[in-house]
């Protein structure tokens, strides 16, 4: 993180995007597995994190430069 922040990148924490203080999203709602061997996401987890990117980072996702 301090390494991104001298070089005036952006760090995203992976853990930050799936876990809150309580627990993670491993699987949906309805049982759906977002990984499918611990390290992997499967179709609909990659779809659940990309939802969680943009909202938390939408200035990766638009016209804004990737640099602070």
Excluded at 10 to 15: A, T
Excluded at 24 to 50: A, M, R
Aim: one cysteine or more; charged letters at 25%; aromatic letters at 14%.
């Amino acid at each position: 993180r301090q390494l991104a922040s001298e070089q005036g990148l952006i760090f995203i924490d992976i853990k930050n995007l799936i876990c809150s203080k309580k627990s993670c999203d491993y699987v949906g709602k309805d049982g759906t597995p977002y990984f499918y061997d611990g390290h992997h996401w499967t179709i609909e987890g990659g779809g659940v994190f990309l939802e969680k990117m943009m909202k938390q980072y939408p200035q990766l996702f638009g016209k804004e430069s990737h640099r602070k």
